[in-house]
T-cell receptor
Framework: GAGVSQSPRYKVAKRGQDVALRCDPI?????LFWYQQALGQGPEFLTY????????KSGLPSDRFFAERPEGSVSTLKIQRTQQEDSAVYLC?????????????FGEGSRLTVL | GESVGLHLPTLSVQEGDNSIINCAYS??????FIWYKQESGKGPQFIID?????DKRQGQRVTVLLNKTVKHLSLQIAATQPGDSAVYFC???????????FGAGTTVTVRA
């Protein structure tokens, strides 16, 4: 596609449910990032992939969060046993470069609401 | 219109006027800075970037100014248009790093 695609756009989960958020980056983009954006705040780094390798997961809030990119293209962010504090917009971004220098292309995000 | 002080969460500007959005960054080691625009319900969109070896960079209708002495960054938008209404974020990083640290953002509202 022309841009980064994320699905679902909106997800409502009951506390304790597991959720999976999908990201289709721009074709050929080596770098893929997940960011979490709470209401009224700037995005915060969660994790970084270079092709299929997860090079940094230091921003994941807890071990309930898990991300993968098995074939170096599509990525999935999974949240187990969701809690209310997990409610946020989850943004995926990709870049043709190996570092953040230069333009990051963001998707429109997946808005997660945990009841 | 201009945001007073280092950072204000909102800025109201008359259509056609110039806008100035300010940002204070915290990490003196940061050497790469980016401005993003985020419209409601959308992801951040790259506007312009600047490296620390520069103090000014111009794009189409936008100018970014960097003052490393006081760790201050600003975005100037010329002839502000209704389509410029959005939340604007500054982000900092180092050239060889992959993490961006975003500020809290400034909401710009353009009055017709």
């Amino acid at each position: 596609g022309a841009g980064v695609s994320q699905s679902p756009r909106y997800k409502v989960a009951k506390r304790g449910q597991d959720v999976a958020l999908r990201c289709d980056p721009i074709s050929g983009h080596v770098s893929l990032f997940w960011y979490q954006q709470a209401l009224g705040q700037g995005p915060e780094f969660l994790t970084y992939f270079q092709n299929e390798a997860q090079l940094d997961k230091s921003g994941l809030p807890s071990d309930r969060f898990f991300a993968e990119r098995p074939e170096g293209s599509v990525s999935t962010l999974k949240i187990q046993r969701t809690q209310q504090e997990d409610s946020a917009v989850y943004l995926c971004a990709s870049s043709v470069r190996l570092a953040s220098t230069g333009e990051l292309f963001f998707g429109e995000g997946s808005r997660l609401t945990v009841l | 219109g201009e945001s007073v002080g280092l950072h204000l969460p909102t800025l109201s500007v008359q259509e056609g006027d110039n806008s100035i959005i300010n940002c204070a960054y915290s990490n003196s080691a940061s050497d790469y800075f980016i401005w993003y625009k985020q419209e409601s319900g959308k992801g951040p969109q790259f506007i312009i970037d600047i490296r620390s070896n520069m103090d000014k960079r111009q794009g189409q209708r936008v100018t970014v100014l960097l003052n490393k002495t006081v760790k201050h960054l600003s975005l100037q938008i010329a002839a502000t248009q209704p389509g410029d209404s959005a939340v604007y974020f500054c982000a900092e990083s180092t050239v060889n790093d992959y993490k961006l640290s975003f500020g809290a953002g400034t909401t710009v509202t353009v009055r017709a």
